[in-house]
């Protein structure tokens, strides 16, 4: 999701409701950089700091967690459909996480 610039996240967490409080706090947040810093730290606590699962699940984890407003967006913006897959289970979580990540 650091990949994703913050006026799309925005928009992201206008489309619907978003399940994870923390997560629409983030997709919220105006600046960009305190967002990929809130996001790193949410990151962090998710997964105990361990720096492989970080990065892990910055790639992977908003899009499952939030794969209803995700898709909603991608919806009605067809061109963030590569960037932003529609993540159905944890398997394709996965598979995105370490197709981003390696």
């Given at each position: ?9 925005n ?24 967002a990929?810093?809130?996001?790193m730290?949410?990151?962090?606590m998710?997964?105990?700091g361990?720096?492989?699962l970080t990065?892990?699940?910055?790639a ?24 932003l ?5 944890i ?12």
């Amino acid at each position: 999701m650091l990949n994703i610039p913050q006026t799309i996240r925005n928009q992201i967490a206008e489309t619907g409701k978003m399940r994870h409080p923390l997560l629409e706090r983030v997709f919220r947040l105006s600046d960009e950089d305190q967002a990929d810093h809130a996001l790193m730290t949410l990151a962090n606590m998710q997964t105990n700091g361990q720096k492989t699962l970080t990065r892990l699940w910055i790639a992977a984890a908003p899009l499952w967690l939030e794969n209803v407003v995700v898709s909603q967006f991608t919806r009605t913006n067809p061109d963030w459909k590569q960037v932003l897959p529609e993540t159905l289970t944890i398997r394709e979580a996965c598979l995105i996480a370490w197709g981003v990540t390696y």
